[in-house]
């Protein structure tokens, strides 16, 4: 017989989708690119690489609810706020002599000017474990990333060749992401950007 306690804790397990990741260590940097050639623009599978560490990670889909609400809610304010923001999705962005590559949940450029790297990265720690993402973007001189972890959006600036914490976005300093977060519950995407919208104008 399944105690209650059992019971509840498989019920849990089930309602959270965990991300599947798969590690190689050794990895030159044309054995990366030749993976990248043999994935190419198929989606599903994000392919990140730190100095011969290869990370494939495939996101679930609870992973890909919570980048899209922040992306959606992010690309809100920005309408509202007057921003010229540019999304590039899971943009790969990679570089040789820093032997570093990266595919952000989501990233956005601000402005319409071509850049090498994007302004912003969002990463969302779904299920723990993985290659250190802000020593990657670190070296690719990404400016500044979002962590969303446990409910919250931690924003890492980069300060000459290392990340600070900083309390808000530099690019977006008129968002509040405390506020953000609180809108990411809501039943559906359409109705966490309908009442976030609502709530930027009131304010």
């Not at 306690?5 to 690119?33: L, P």
Request: glycine share 8%; with cysteine.
């Amino acid at each position: 017989m399944v105690s209650r306690a059992t019971a509840t804790t498989a019920s849990a397990a089930a309602a959270r989708e965990e991300d599947q990741r798969i590690f190689m260590r050794g990895v030159t940097w044309s054995e990366y690119e030749a993976l990248l050639a043999i994935r190419g623009e198929r989606a599903g599978i994000r392919i990140a690489y730190l100095k011969g560490d290869l990370e494939l990670m495939t996101p679930s889909i609870d992973h890909e609810s919570i980048k899209t609400r922040i992306a959606r809610l992010l690309e809100c304010c920005a309408e509202e706020r007057g921003i010229d923001l540019n999304g590039y999705g899971s943009w790969t962005i990679k570089s040789a002599p820093r032997a570093r590559g990266a595919e952000p949940d989501e990233c956005y450029i601000v402005g319409v000017d071509r850049k090498p790297a994007p302004d912003l990265a969002i990463e969302v720690v779904w299920t723990h474990g993985g290659l250190d993402k802000l020593e990657i973007y670190r070296g690719l001189r990404v400016r500044e990333v979002w962590v969303w972890r446990e409910g919250e959006i931690e924003v890492h600036a980069l300060r000459g060749d290392a990340y600070e914490r900083v309390p808000r976005s530099e690019l977006v300093p008129d968002l509040d992401l405390v506020m953000l977060t609180g809108f990411l519950d809501r039943p559906s995407q359409t109705q966490a950007v309908r009442e976030f919208r609502a709530a930027l104008r009131q304010g």
